[in-house]
């Protein structure tokens, strides 16, 4: 018997190459705007095991070629959402029913699917079938039928039997604990990732220098959930227009990801469609080619928590899809010939068309939750504290930073992106006086120009801040390169007249901490510390204190004696240098924030007459 709970069914969006889809009611939100839509399905049936009370996948099956059209998600969605599961669970068993020479090829496909004969031979792991038979025979309410009897079972075994023209014993399952990883409290499988890297010559912008960057691909990619296996680059002039890398790299590759069994090939830089296209065709069998910007979009898509995010990854997304549309089309021409070349490219504009409406439907909501979000801020300044925001590259400790001094509990982990919502709270310092600390999405070198444009209302937030902290993980080989990554990025977002900070974080973890201490001391506007350890954080909000009395303007004012509430306020969030009560009420000199002082303005004129 296998519960909904126990059976992972994993969607690709074939377009967004990289999408990995966890719930059917995702999967069902994410492909209603393209007509034509179709997905890699995989799916996992895990066994809880009472002795050692874990899940672990006892049956995993799926594949490139074995994709939903949108038309088949349609009746899903309007029928019974069992159905989809009875549907999945019908490509397991026409899988199964595929090693038996007696079973019909294809038994359980409701709704016409025909997936053409090669899915068979693609991630079968038929050791694991009779295993998957024993046990799994129901699902829900609705019974299995098993295809595959046990002296069928016997004779598989004993007789490997070629598929598709695929020698069985190359088909052999590979099953390897190993790649089971526990995540959120379940084994899951690992899939196998091979990374790809090209250093163009004579390329100023590339400053990471390619080995660095492909070390920090893999660490985007276990971020994704993938098992790196190996990487690879290729110093080049200029990029292949159809490969992108050249074609003894191709085949290189090639021979290793075969060798290896891996499953996705990860190219660091943004790929056309074509070049995905050509790839995928050449690495044959169910290697999925991707990019950079998928796999970030992918990690964005899986941390997406809140609906302003979830929108804001959704529009990333379809501004990656729109120009890689093309596709989704090579199955049907692959299935009619030529003839339906025509129609698939009437089509494409029918489906560029739907999906630049559904861009457009989903800015103006991203815009009304801006608006939102706007009306929450203003209500908010209207207390003028002063906020500071947290800037920086993704895990140099912003969030850490943030928990260390206010008490919030944002989620801080080594992983990239972890965080993708704003979060604000308020630091009360010992003097009494107070800002607002917003901790914000980290940047990243190559960050997609779509994911910038997309978060932009998220990054408002830095717009419209007195201060921006930049947070550098001092202790990491390239915080020179990643300062010069964040300092693009906020170039892009247009905030150089906003006065900043920088602080170096980690300073605990680097091997020489104490020229680091004295190097900061030496360097004007910067202040080193430990988020983790609390060092240095008493003189970072002095700084941040200073810092802010650069954006303050200077006022003396007489507030009368019934307006008490105002000086409690500018000892709050301003700076008093001199207090006197005189006759007629309070004469204050101090440097208050600039929307303080025009509440202020009448007391000013006051005290100049
Ligand atoms: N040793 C040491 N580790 C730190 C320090 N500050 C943060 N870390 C660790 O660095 C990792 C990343 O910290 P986060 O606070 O999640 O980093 P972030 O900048 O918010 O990262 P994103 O949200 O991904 O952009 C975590 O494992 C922290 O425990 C520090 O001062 N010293
Ligand atoms: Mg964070």
């Not at 190459?17 to 179709?38: A, E, G, K, P, Q």
């Not at 290793?256 to 995905?276: K, N, R, W």
């Not at 898509?301 to 989704?328: C, D, F, G, I």
Request: with cysteine; charged share 25%.
């Amino acid at each position: 018997m296998v519960r909904a709970s126990e059976c992972e069914i994993k969607f690709f969006c074939v377009t967004c190459r990289f999408l990995r889809i966890d719930s059917i009611s995702s999967m069902l939100n994410h492909c209603s705007f393209v007509d034509s839509l179709c997905m890699y399905v995989y799916i996992y049936i895990y066994k809880h095991t009472q002795l050692q009370n874990k899940f672990v996948p006892i049956f995993t099956c799926g594949g490139k070629e074995n994709h939903l059209s949108h038309r088949t998600v349609r009746q899903v969605w309007e029928g019974d959402i069992l159905q989809i599961l009875y549907m999945m669970v019908s490509l397991c068993t026409s899988l199964i029913g595929s090693f038996s020479p007696s079973a019909p090829r294809y038994p359980y496909l409701p709704w016409g699917i025909r997936p053409p004969g090669r899915l068979f031979a693609l991630k079968c792991r038929p050791t694991n079938f009779p295993r998957a038979l024993q046990q799994e025979k129901q699902l829900g309410n609705l019974s299995v039928e098993s295809t595959v009897t046990e002296t069928q079972e016997e004779e598989a075994k004993d007789a490997p039997e070629d598929v598709d023209g695929v020698p069985a014993t190359q088909l052999e399952d590979n099953y390897d604990e190993e790649r089971s990883k526990l995540r959120n409290g379940r084994e899951v499988f690992e899939e196998k990732a091979y990374l790809i890297g090209v250093e163009r010559k004579g390329d100023a912008e590339d400053f990471f220098g390619i080995e660095e960057s492909l070390k920090e691909l893999a660490q985007l990619a276990d971020t994704a959930g993938l098992r790196v296996v190996g990487s690879t680059y290729q110093k080049l002039s200029s990029p292949n227009p159809r490969t992108y890398i050249g074609s003894g790299k191709v085949a290189e590759i090639k021979t290793a990801v075969h060798a290896l069994d891996v499953e996705t090939v990860i190219f660091d830089d943004e790929l056309s469609a074509g070049q995905l296209r050509n790839l995928e065709k050449t690495f044959g069998g169910d290697v999925r080619v991707c990019d950079r910007t998928a796999l970030i979009l992918d990690i964005f898509n899986q941390r997406a928590a809140t609906h302003e995010a979830a929108l804001q990854v959704s529009l990333a997304q379809m501004e990656y899809q729109l120009p890689r549309l093309t596709k989704m089309w090579t199955h049907l021409e692959r299935q009619a010939g030529g003839q339906v070349k025509g129609m698939g490219e009437k089509q494409i504009e029918v489906d560029k068309r739907i999906l630049r409406t559904q861009i457009g439907v989903l800015k103006k909501e991203l815009e009304s939750v801006r608006k939102h979000r706007k009306q929450y801020r203003n209500r908010r300044t209207s207390v003028p504290v002063p906020v500071v925001s947290l800037v920086g590259y993704t895990n140099a400790g912003k969030s850490t930073l943030l928990n260390r001094l206010t008490g919030a509990d944002v989620l801080a982990e080594d992983r990239l992106f972890a965080t993708l919502d704003p979060t604000t709270r308020r630091v009360q310092m010992k003097n009494g006086r107070e800002f607002l600390l917003t901790d914000t999405v980290g940047f990243i070198q190559k960050l997609p120009t779509m994911l910038v444009a997309a978060f932009r209302a998220t990054l408002e937030e830095i717009s419209e801040s007195s201060l921006l902290v930049h947070v550098v993980d001092i202790s990491h080989p390239l915080s020179v390169q990643q300062i010069d990554a964040v300092d693009k990025v906020l170039a892009e977002l247009d905030v150089s007249s906003i006065p900043k900070l920088m602080v170096w974080n980690k300073v605990d973890r680097a091997s020489n901490p104490q020229e680091i201490r004295d190097e900061a001391k030496k360097r004007k506007d910067i202040v080193c510390i430990s988020a983790l350890t609390g060092e240095g954080l008493q003189e970072f909000c002095e700084a941040v204190q200073e810092k802010l009395k650069d954006s303050m303007v200077w006022i003396e004012a007489l507030v009368p004696f019934d307006k008490g509430e105002l000086l409690s306020t500018i000892h709050r969030v301003g700076m008093v240098d001199k207090m006197e009560y005189i006759e007629n009420g309070t004469l204050i000199k101090a440097y208050v924030p600039l929307r303080f002082a025009r509440l202020l303005t009448p007391m000013r004129h006051l005290c100049s007459s």
